[in-house]
């Protein structure tokens, strides 16, 4: 228990404070497939990137609570500047974004001029205000699509998402060489191992993830691809190769089914994004209960962030 959690009475009743202070703050609460389930029961809305910075646009409250990492978070402040957004933890971060820092990106992107830059909505404000249009894993296809043949595109911060793109569009592009420390750690051996354990399973695969694992699946989509995938599926079973937390959605929307989460690597439980899992139900309640931490952002950079999120949506 953190020092912070530990300020909670234990009588308090976390659902029914948390849907007070909903009131209290007209506020809605956003969550991302990949948190914990009790943050997803109490969400008004769960999905992907794309369908959340949807959520966020739409939002008619006057308090964004944001139940994922800190670029979502920023994403819903570029597009609400006048609403309160929390965050539950700030230390919610992202390792995609981390390895992508705006001032080594501005560099990137001056080395290579006549570029149409596209980013992943996975990167912080400051590499979304050096992007001509933003993109999720949703409606990255689409996007790239739309871009001229003539042009040539910059397309970061993930090279696995960038590689398999190439591959869908045929279109060459240059990669920013990230990756999502999540992703990247499922095996092609033990997805074998489990595949050969489970021979009537469907695979449903994250493009984040590495080639050789690609190669695998039966499906490669977004998270909210993969569950409308095993939702209209007549099989029955299937392998989830992705963050673990998508699986609850999946038990819900398809109960009869069986869902096999992919090991990493490793015996480490690397299935589960450690940023994601800083966000509990504690501090849900704290962030509301307080009113922090709030995401604040400098006008500048919001309004230069503002041109390709609009962009995005706008092509979506």
């Not at 965050?87 to 981390?98: E, I, T, Y």
């Not at 095996?187 to 695969?205: F, I, M, N, T």
């Not at 590495?210 to 989509?221: N, T």
Request: net charge negative; charged share 25%; proline share 7%.
């Amino acid at each position: 228990m953190t020092e912070a959690t530990a300020t909670i009475s234990p009588s308090v009743d976390l659902f029914a404070e948390i849907a007070r202070l909903k009131q209290e703050l007209d506020a809605v609460i956003l969550a991302h497939y990949y948190q914990e389930p009790d943050i997803q029961d109490i969400a008004d809305h769960v999905g992907d990137s794309l369908a959340l910075a949807q959520a966020a646009r739409k939002a008619s409250g006057r308090t964004i609570v944001f139940c994922g990492v800190h670029f979502m978070a920023e994403t819903a402040k570029i597009l609400n500047p006048d609403k309160l957004v929390l965050l539950p933890d700030l230390a919610a971060g992202c390792s995609l974004a981390d390895q992508c820092p705006a001032p080594e990106f501005e560099r990137f992107v001056r080395a290579h001029p006549g570029h149409t830059v596209i980013t992943y909505i996975n990167s912080s404000a400051g590499v979304k205000a050096l992007s001509d249009v933003i993109c999720t894993s949703s409606n990255a296809e689409r996007i790239i699509r739309q871009i001229p043949d003539d042009r040539p595109i910059i397309f970061a911060p993930d090279q696995q998402l960038g590689r398999y793109l190439i591959a869908k569009t045929g279109r060459g592009m240059v990669l920013w060489p990230g990756a999502c420390s999540v992703h990247v750690a499922f095996s092609e051996r033990r997805l074998l191992r489990l595949k050969a354990e489970h021979p009537e399973a469907l695979v449903l695969a994250h493009p984040e993830c590495e080639e050789p694992v690609l190669r695998l699946a039966d499906h490669i989509g977004s998270t909210s691809s993969i569950l409308k995938y095993a939702v209209e599926s007549p099989a029955k079973t299937f392998i989830v190769v992705t963050e673990v937390g998508i699986i609850h959605q999946m038990k819900k929307a398809a109960p009869g089914k069986t869902f096999i989460p992919a090991p990493p690597d490793s015996g480490c439980s690397c299935n589960e994004c450690p940023f994601m899992r800083l966000n509990t139900l504690e501090k849900v309640y704290l962030c509301m209960r307080d009113r922090r931490p709030e995401i604040t952002m400098d006008e500048e950079l919001r309004q230069r962030c503002l041109v390709p999120l609009r962009r995005m949506l706008e092509m979506s």
